[in-house]
């Protein structure tokens, strides 16, 4: 197969992320997809000759080219995610290596969240380890459409195929219990490029496409939600030139749709002040348009001179989101100071960030069983767990099984602004009323 | 539903419109560091997309290091003035003259000096956030940035206590005296960067394209002869068609040589690269380590 980073202008974006435990050989399996698809540049195999021949025996070690810091590479470890990107003529790929360690586990989370696909890597001597669980229900937890299996280390298991199909055995007994559609399990060796990018000549049992070659064609098609327009408020875009009279009196509200279509005519409900309004234009740089889609960066002109700022949401009319001040989530907790109960936080959601308060410990996600365990003492840190809050203020929101954008939150712990976790909301227990919807200018 | 697909650069240029406004939600007073180079000038485009019709909503700011090209300099102040935007620029001759800035005795480079001068700027106008140009895929330490990077009160990156970025959702709450890098074209390659100028037709300065210029041989590259760049004589010195695939001092920017006249030249030619643009700059070289380096001590 002849690929190369040469063909230009792909026609979309791939994002990816890898997780497996330490010696996984996932910074290696990122390595071998650049240098197999030629994505690596001659100044970066100098890089890598020149420290081979310092730290690494005369032997060029791949994951030295994802592992950029310094205590990385004298450890041997990855620290934190590292962003590779390469591109073949059928598609461009942003992949997010994420560190498999048990203390790093909010990375993988900050490298999945924005993911198509994860590629969990599993060493084929050990098969599945509590690690393979973990990082499998976080990609189930967020939602990330398509899983990859990648069983590494298949050449010193003599390429058997009893034992590829005992480890995806020990997979499909878990996997039920999580909700992912779609999962491929693909046999390789990471460190010699067997079905990497090239077909292996060691594998004749094994039919399916190589790693890269399922990376160009999983449907992609959209993982953005179409249905239900929404349209958090970035910023208001007021020009108040004086000399135009045009732009006097422009007053437009910017955002990145977060969801659905909008069209110009359309009726949209504004949040908070809860009031009916029509688009008047849709504008951008580029000319005005007559519809914008999810996830178009726009600002929309409105019949109507109602109050919205920054924190404000517009919605479709057919597809009302929930509103609501007592929330409940799923979340990852990310911070070394566990959560607690009665403790104060600030809650990011969309463009609006609010005060909460944690009313409840719901349960904690038990990463050996996952199963979910009642009433845990604490939440702390790499633990999964459901949680109630209570915000100063109501949050419009959808489930996050319906839109991740609008479905999840950080939240913020005030005095250090540390980011202390990730969370994702369950579907609202009421859309808005229509009542609310009738209040018409 | 086919007809609503964002092709490769729509998504990426929505995914940093989206990071400039978040930045005007988040933070009281913002600067965009311009210095008139490729990267920035996507910036640019990309700012005027983000708040137009209205005025840009923040200032630009350069470092000017004193060893600039001359070309980047007036490309940096016809832009500024044809954008209607207000540039501040600060030198690292003042910085060094006001004693903010000290240069160890031999020290040309003006790498290290910029870092000083950058932190007094931002120091002097209160910027709380400064959005760069800076991409993932140019170097290694770059990779493992975030798109809100945060520095602390002495401009410091701890790059193993990064905030976690979840979705799009971004953190940007500081204490008084903290500050945030944004990086919005974090997922940019150095191609799509091309690309996007093409699709936007954007101007660049004259030096990325081929022009005749007099360089001199010098660890391994082809450095413009220059006031600060005397060959020695035993150095070989030619006349060349070259231009910079990426712009550092004029006494650390290697040109390749190159016939690319136009923006699809140069798109051909990055696709046949078989070197990495920061590969071109001797800044870089020093170490493994170098830019992380002197990104913890308040670099970009």
């Known amino acids: 197969m002849s690929l190369s980073v040469t063909s230009p202008r792909p026609v979309d974006i791939l994002r990816f992320n890898t997780c497996g435990s330490v010696d996984d050989g996932k910074s290696t399996l990122i390595g071998r997809l650049l240098y197999d698809s030629k994505s690596l540049m001659e100044d970066q195999i100098e890089a890598l000759e020149r420290s081979a021949d310092i730290t690494g025996g005369g032997q060029i070690n791949l994951a030295n080219l994802t592992d950029g810091l310094r205590a990385e590479r004298e450890q041997g470890i990855t620290i934190d995610v590292a962003y590779r990107y390469f591109a073949t003529p059928r598609r461009k790929f942003i992949i997010a290596d994420t560190p498999g360690h048990v203390q790093y586990t909010r990375n993988m989370v900050t490298g999945a969240s924005s993911a198509n696909l994860s590629i969990i890597l599993v060493d084929a001597r050990l098969g599945v380890i509590e690690q393979s669980r973990r990082h499998t229900a976080i990609a189930a937890l967020l939602r990330i459409p398509h899983l990859v299996v990648a069983i590494n280390k298949m050449d010193l298991v003599g390429w058997s195929e009893a034992r590829f199909l005992e480890i995806r055995a020990q997979f499909e007994a878990f996997l039920p219990r999580l909700d992912i559609k779609d999962v491929k399990f693909i046999p390789l060796s990471a460190l010699n490029g067997d079905n990497v990018v090239d077909p292996s000549p060691h594998t004749p049992w094994y039919a399916g496409p190589t790693l890269l070659a399922h990376l160009e064609t999983v449907h992609i098609a959209s993982d953005f939600n179409l249905t239900g327009f929404r349209l958090p408020v970035q910023w208001v875009n007021r020009p108040n030139n004086p000399t135009d009279a045009a732009l006097h009196d422009f007053r437009g509200f910017s955002g990145q749709i977060a969801g659905g279509i909008v069209r110009t005519g359309q009726k949209l409900l504004s949040f908070p002040a809860g009031i009916v309004t029509t688009v008047k234009q849709i504008w951008t740089y580029d000319g005005v348009v007559e519809e914008a889609f999810c996830p178009q960066s726009i600002t929309l002109v409105l019949e109507h001179d109602i109050d919205i700022s920054r924190g404000s949401m517009l919605v479709a009319l057919d597809h009302l989101p929930g509103s609501s001040s007592d929330l409940q989530a799923e979340v990852c907790w990310m911070h070394t100071r566990p959560l607690q109960v009665g403790k104060k936080y600030f809650l990011k959601h969309t463009t609006h960030t609010v005060q909460v308060v944690v009313t409840e410990l719901i349960d904690k996600l038990n990463m050996s069983s996952l199963e979910s365990e009642p009433a845990p003492a604490a939440l702390t840190v790499n633990d999964i767990g459901e949680i109630k809050l209570r915000a100063a203020r109501p949050l419009v929101f959808d489930g996050y099984s319906t839109n991740r954008l609008t479905g999840s939150f950080i939240l913020i712990e005030p005095g250090t602004n540390a980011t202390v976790a990730a969370g994702m909301l369950r579907a609202p227990y009421e859309v808005l009323k229509p009542e609310t919807a009738d209040y018409v200018i | ?300």
């Open chain 2, 1 to 300: 539903m086919s007809s609503y697909h964002l092709d490769h650069l729509q998504h990426l240029e929505t995914e940093a419109i989206h990071i400039m406004r978040e930045v005007l939600g988040e933070f009281e007073r913002p600067a965009l560091l311009f210095s008139g180079g490729k990267d920035s000038i996507c910036l640019l485009r990309l700012a005027e997309k983000a708040f137009r019709p209205s005025e840009l909503p923040l200032p630009l700011l350069n470092v000017d290091t004193g060893h600039h090209f001359p070309e980047l300099n007036e490309f940096r102040d016809v832009r500024a003035v044809q954008l209607g935007a207000k540039l501040i620029v600060r030198t690292v001759d003042d910085a060094i003259a006001k004693g903010i800035a000290t240069p160890a005795p031999g020290e040309i480079s003006r790498n290290r000096l910029q870092i000083p001068t950058l932190l007094a700027a931002i120091e002097e106008f209160q910027f709380d956030c400064c959005i760069g140009g800076a991409r993932r895929d140019e170097e290694k330490s770059r990779a493992k940035e975030r798109f809100f990077s945060f520095r602390d009160s002495f401009g410091q990156w701890d790059p193993k206590n990064q905030r976690p970025e979840i979705w799009n959702l971004y953190n940007g709450r500081l204490n008084p005296g903290e500050n945030m890098r944004v990086f919005p074209l974090s997922n940019w390659t150095e191609m799509d960067v091309w690309e996007y100028i093409q699709r936007e037709r954007l101007e660049v300065p004259s030096i990325y394209f081929s022009h005749q210029r007099r360089c001199v041989r010098r660890g391994g590259q082809w450095l413009p002869v220059s006031a600060l760049v005397p060959p020695k004589p035993s150095e070989e010195v030619r006349d060349l068609m070259v231009r910079v695939r990426t712009i550092g001092d004029i006494i650390s920017t290697g040109c390749v040589e190159s016939p690319a006249e136009t923006v699809a030249d140069i798109i051909t030619e990055i696709a046949a690269a078989r070197v990495t643009e920061r590969g071109s700059r001797a800044d870089d070289k020093a170490s493994e380590a170098a830019m992380e380096d002197r990104k913890k001590a308040g670099y970009f």
